[in-house]
């Protein structure tokens, strides 16, 4: 399948080099469609509320003990403030519950519907694995099972023992929730996912998929249904 001129066949997706814990993957990121401008989304000069102080971020960012794996805290001491959750003033047209990507900021928005959006610090694509366009939320995943390409495995062969498949779990490169990102009805092979990586946010890491601290992922995830759309905009 052809995105925007970008083969997005499984076998062609470039992998994320295995890394950090236990030789995994560090992330991909994703999209497809018609590019569209930060300010014509009413996200250009946004005001922002009063951010997160480090001890609130503690707290926001802090340890999920009830959830099926249990999420450590995050060490908030690795992520630039301004990468924290914040609430922002949208005078755009998108309807609520969408969700903008914007690349050359590392920020994920979601559309409130009263005049606001939250925001969230990402790491996005690295240099040359950036998309812009719109897409949806197909499906969505908790804990999803992770499963890497023939070519991947071709490159790197200590991938091989996940060929049929990584269980959900704390090392899993998709984390705790995954959105599935579609157009027409086919999966692009991208996703929104959860990040355990504190030190990526604000970074272009992935092959196209976009990455948010896993609370952060966990908060939009609980208040995205599927069919939302997504719109990336140009980095």
Known sequence: MIIDGVNADAGKIDEIAFGRRAALLNRRSFLVGSAVGLGALGLGGCAVT??????????????????KFPIPAVDVTKVDPKYFRKTVAYDGKEAAGTIIVDPGNYYVYR???????TRYGANVGRDGFRWSGDAYVGRKSEWATWTPPKEMIKRQPE????ARG???????PLGARTLHLY???AYTLYTIY????PETIGSGITS????????????????TPVKSKVVVLPA
């Open 50 to 67: 009063d951010g997160m102080s480090l001890a609130e971020a503690e707290k926001v960012y802090g340890p999920v003990p009830e959830d």
């Open 111 to 117: 559309v409130e519907g009263d005049g606001s959006a």
């Open 159 to 162: 991938a091989a023992k996940y």
């Open 166 to 172: 990584m269980p959900g779990g704390l090392d899993n």
């Open 183 to 185: 157009q027409n009805g």
């Open 194 to 197: 959860a990040s355990s990586d």
């Open 208 to 223: 196209g998929c976009v990455g948010l601290l896993s609370q952060d992922m966990i908060h939009l995830y609980d208040r």
